[in-house]
Structure formats: structure tokens, C-alpha cells
């Protein structure tokens, strides 16, 4: 079954856009999880700006449900993740100025650095994921490094959608659906996520070589208007609905 992970780096948006402690992060995730989700993704940034330190301890210390810990490969992160030891890590690249993650991570660059990054991660216990645009070489790199999963970039996707072009939006899915193949060919466990909506999911959860889906902002704006428990009931549906076909 394809797998649903919630994001909830956005209700900690919205707390800390007051400081003090509501709304909390973890309220909503055990809410997500009682609605039907298959996992918890939390991004810890460098800089603080959504999940903080505790919202991590809390989640670790509360979730049934496995945590994605999302984060950038620096040596402050991989002590943090060492420490909890969560299900899964899931590299990204990061910077100081972006609104939200806007590219994929370029393994192929760095390949010696991640390759000796990720190796004590994986031994201790950690899955590791590693979030790159639709690429061969960069599929090809993650492999290399030894990384179980890669999550492929749907953010140009979504964006072509909302923009109205739909030519290269369509363009983007035929390479989204030949790069997922691609890395389940190679062994690859296939996730995807970014800018998803109910509007953009089908297409992408329809893909057989995907296994899980990875989505939190458009979900926490939409709770805001029917509640956590139904948005994320009706993205399973449309989940299952495309899986169906
Ligand atoms: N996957 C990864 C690797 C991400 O960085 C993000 C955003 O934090 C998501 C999925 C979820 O994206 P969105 O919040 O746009 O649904």
C-alpha cells in the first residue's frame, strides 16, 4: 500500500510566528497519526525557523508511527539524528534564504563527503532517504552512496500545475514516472513529496515504483478549514482512488 507521511513543520510555523507553545507540533502529529497516517515527517532547519529542538525529543518520545527527521547533511544534524536514531533521515539541501526546500539535494557533487555522511546513520539502524530532482545521475549517486531510499522533488510539478502550464507540467510527470522506474530498477525504495495538493496527488500516488507520499503544507492549510482528521482522510481516499485504477 502506498504509504502517507505528514508533514507538520507548518503548525510549528504558526506557533512560532507568536513564540510560546500552541499550536504544538505534536499535538497534530498524534492527531495525523490517528487519522490514518503511515508516518511523521519533521523538518529540523539549521536555523530554527519551524521544528525546534524539543518538538524532535517530544515527537521521538510520543509517536507509535515511524518519524521521517528530515534534515541538511551538517555535522550539528547528524549528531541530532545519532541521538534519536528516528526510523528514517531524509537528506535535503538547505539555505539560510529559501521559503521552503526549493531544489533537490546534488549528490552527484558531493558523493565522497555523503557516502562517509551516511555511513554511521546507517548503522545506526537509520533508513536513509535522500531528496533529489528527477535525475538520472543523481539516482544513479544515491545508489552509489549506499542510501535505501530516494524521495524524488515533486515541487515543479505542483508549480507548472498552478501556474496553468500545463504542457511542462505534463513534461515534468513523464520524467517524475521514468526516474521512479528508474531507481526501482536500481533497488531503490521510491518516495515523493513536495507542494502536493489534492489536486496534483493522483498522478504522482498512481505511479507503482512510488511507495510513499510526503506532504505537509497544503494538508495544515487545509485542516484549517475542514480539521487535521478530514484532510488527511480525503488525500487517502484520492491515494487509494489513483492507486485503484
Ligand atoms: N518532502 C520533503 C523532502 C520536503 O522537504 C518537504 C517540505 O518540507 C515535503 C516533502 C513536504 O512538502 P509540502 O509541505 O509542500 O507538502
Redo the contacts with the bound molecule.
Keep these: 500500500m502506498l504509504r502517507l507521511g505528514v ?1 507538520i ?2 503548525v510549528a510555523t504558526v506557533r512560532n510566528a507568536r513564540g510560546g507553545v500552541y499550536p504544538d507540533p505534536t499535538r497534530a502529529a498524534l492527531l495525523a497519526e490517528a487519522s490514518g497516517a503511515d508516518g511523521i ?1 519533521a ?1 529540523l532547519r539549521e536555523d530554527r525557523r519551524h521544528i525546534m529542538d524539543e518538538d524532535i525529543d517530544k515527537l521521538m518520545d510520543s509517536l507509535e508511527i515511524p518519524l521521517n527527521f ?1 534534515m541538511a547533511a551538517t555535522d550539528e544534524m547528524q549528531a541530532i539524528a545519532l541521538r534519536h536514531k528516528p526510523h528514517a533521515v ?1 537528506l ?1 539541501p538547505e539555505k539560510r534564504e529559501e521559503k ?2 526549493e531544489g533537490g539535494l546534488e549528490v552527484a557533487r558531493e558523493e565522497n563527503r555523503l557516502a562517509h555522511y551516511i555511513a554511521p546513520l546507517r548503522e545506526a539502524g537509520c533508513r536513509v532517504s535522500i ?1 533529489i530532482a528527477a535525475e538520472k545521475k543523481q539516482i544513479e549517486a544515491a545508489h552509489r552512496i549506499g542510501a535505501e531510499v530516494i ?1 524524488l522533488h515533486t515541487g515543479a510539478y505542483c508549480d507548472y500545475h498552478a501556474d496553468g502550464k500545463f504542457d511542462k507540467r505534463d513534461q515534468e510527470l513523464e520524467r517524475l514516472t521514468e526516474m521512479a522506474k528508474f531507481a526501482d530498477s536500481l533497488g531503490l525504495e521510491v518516495h515523493a ?4 495538493s489534492y489536486e496534483t496527488v493522483k498522478p504522482i500516488a498512481a505511479l507503482p515504483e512510488v511507495k510513499e507520499l ?5 494538508l495544515m492549510g487545509e485542516s484549517m478549514f475542514v480539521g487535521m482528521d478530514a484532510s488527511i482522510k480525503e488525500m487517502r481516499r484520492l491515494m487509494d482512488e489513483a492507486r485503484a485504477v
Excluded at 513529496?193 to 502536493?196: A, K, P, T, V, Y
Aim: net charge negative; with cysteine.
Design positions: 508533514n513543520d507548518h515527517t523538518h528530515e531524509c535535503v521552503t526546500t531528496f524521495e513529496g513536495h507542494g502536493l510526503n506532504i505537509g503544507h497544503f
